[in-house]
């Protein structure tokens, strides 16, 4: 065996054990506590939820903190033009990382979850500290009812939205044939369909403003092979640069994110060990979003927010395809939920 073989080798065992356990679920949060009925909505303090005021896409310029937006509406003052994103998943994990970097900016959010109860402490935290509005949807979007509530949000020109980020998703424990059809179809309800109709939903209302952003939070899994995960999460890579292209020159931004490991409360709650992954691997949310912003501000419709990743995926590049499936299954079986 040559040099070079066994060290494509060596680094692509690592990258592998590292995107088993990421197309294992250890990324995302989709699971909240408890369900609640989809379309339901609600603005933190109870005032109504958006101005319809015309807002700029300018995702670093914010309104000052402490300003509130209730108040000003109550007294006529005129805004400032504004931007307003609405974020799936956006309770835990990635989604809240987007939540507080947003709002911290001086943005309006729409939290999209299934848990009402820790939807209404979120909004209520950050219109509290920022000052801005934050808008509740309760919404399963494993369901039918649950997608178009949100399309609907999405495409009401009264409350435009001007940044999407797709983020809800989760993993399935076991290989193929192991998880029940059922399950598998959820996921791909999740990971796929959502992502297409919410992004259509909202590109459209941006492409007719001129204007506006969309984010869908893949994961590094969509370069190796890993089962249905990271067939779902490479098909929202490969839409989101397909779409990109063709919405070039309209003023709308889509863009795929692909991280890898960020420490969420996930692990604890599904009870997956992580005792084994090497603490060099694990990636700060906010920082990771800082990134994603960053990226998305200078027109990439493919991130992968750090340099560790980057050459790791570099590495995986040029390891045989044959090779990182095989070591991904067993070390998926390895590093997997306990």
């Given amino acids: 065996m040559s040099r070079l073989k066994r060290v494509l080798i060596v680094l692509g065992s690592v990258v592998a054990v590292l995107i088993a356990a990421v197309g294992g679920g250890f990324l995302r949060l989709y699971s909240d506590a408890t369900a609640s009925p989809a379309g339901s909505t609600e603005s933190a303090g109870g005032s109504p939820s958006g101005s319809g005021t015309d807002r700029s896409w ?10 509130s937006i209730c ?4 007294r006529g003052t005129k805004l400032p033009r504004m931007t307003t994103a609405l974020i799936t998943g956006a309770t835990a994990g990635i989604g809240a990382a987007f939540a507080r970097k947003l709002a911290a900016d001086g943005h309006d959010v729409v939290l999209v979850a299934r848990d009402v109860k820790r939807l209404r402490e979120q909004a209520t935290e950050l219109h509290d500290r920022h000052g801005i509005e934050a808008e509740v949807l309760a919404a399963d979007l494993a369901e039918e009812k649950g997608i178009a509530a949100v399309e609907a949000r999405l495409s009401d020109p009264k409350q435009p939205v001007d940044l999407l980020v797709n983020n809800a998703g989760f993993g399935n424990k076991g290989r193929f044939l192991e998880v029940s059809m059922a399950d598998e179809l959820k996921m791909l309800t999740v990971h796929c369909e959502a992502v ?11 492409r007719a403003r001129g204007r506006g952003g969309v984010v869908n939070v893949a994961s590094v899994a969509a370069f190796v092979p890993r089962g249905t995960y990271g067939a779902s999460k490479a098909w929202v890579v ?24 960020v420490r969420t409360e996930f ?16 990636l700060d949310a906010d920082k990771l979003v800082d990134a994603a912003l960053s990226d998305l501000a200078r027109g990439k419709t493919l991130s992968i927010p750090d340099p560790r990743y980057k050459a790791l995926m570099g590495v995986v590049k040029l390891a045989p395809r ?9 070390a998926g079986r390895k ?4």
């Fill in 58 to 67: 300018s995702w670093r310029r914010g309104r000052g903190r402490g300003r």
């Fill in 71 to 74: 108040r000003a509406h109550t």
């Fill in 196 to 206: 297409l109709r919410l992004t259509s939903a909202a590109a459209e209302s941006m």
């Fill in 238 to 261: 490969q839409f989101t640069q397909g779409a990109a292209r063709d919405l070039a020159g309209t003023g709308v931004r889509l863009m795929a994110l692909c991280p890898g490991f």
């Fill in 267 to 282: 692990h604890e709650r599904a009870g997956m060990g992580t005792d084994n992954i090497p603490g060099w691997m694990w």
């Fill in 322 to 330: 044959g090779l990182l499936g095989g070591v991904s299954s067993k």
């Fill in 335 to 338: 590093y997997g939920p306990k």
